[in-house]
């Protein structure tokens, strides 16, 4: 079955280091790659998404993340940790034509000053 | 533009009651979705409606049903709550199901 995996429930870095959330999925079809962020009580928020052409993908507040077909995964990095980054991340993927979104079980992520 | 709303914000049910959880989007989106988010699960997709008139299942469909009868409204309906329902619903839209889906600030709702 096709499924999307998160690494780490939850990560804690300081503020001004790198941040890399992990996200994996299973299948022999590459899928089209979302990020999605979830601040306190509220919804999602897209980050980023990859669906064909560059493989490293930029998105908003400075995050970016890179598909690799040969390792199925598509972690999500930040070169230095913002306050403001504390929040929840999910990966999710979309598979060929009449699937959904499948999501990640989410990562928490703490920034410590 | 609101984007997506849902209404309730929260809501606390007896179980056994009927619950109709409410979703209108002004983005003439073609497709429609409801999740629900539970810690440690992510978001699972209860049903979701790819136009105005047609409807399908998720991952987790029992207990709920859905509507789509235009597309700007997509509610979603307990017939008879239970405790297990207890759970944060979000509601979400898309071009199509291959686009990037933009979501409601979501209803937590809690069965007893």
Known sequence: AQSVTQLGSHVSVSEGALVLLRCNYSSSVPPYLFWYVQYPNQGLQLLLKYTTGATLVKGIN?????FKKSETSFHLTKPSAHMSDA?????????????RLTFGEGTQLTVNP | IAGITQAPTSQILAAGRRMTLRCTQ????????WYRQDLGLGLRLIHYSNTAGTTGKG???DGYS???ANTDDFPLTLASAV???TSVYFCAS??????TQYFGPGTRLTVL
Not at chain 2, 94 to 99: A, E, N, T, V
């Open chain 1, 62 to 66: 400075g995050f970016e993340a890179e």
């Open chain 1, 87 to 99: 929040a929840e991340y999910f990966c999710a993927a979309s598979w060929t034509s009449g699937s």
């Open chain 2, 26 to 33: 002004d983005m003439r989106h073609n497709a429609m979705y």
């Open chain 2, 59 to 61: 991952e987790v469909p």
């Open chain 2, 66 to 68: 859905v509507s789509r």
């Open chain 2, 83 to 85: 405790p297990s329902q």
């Open chain 2, 94 to 99: 898309s071009d199509s199901h291959l686009d």
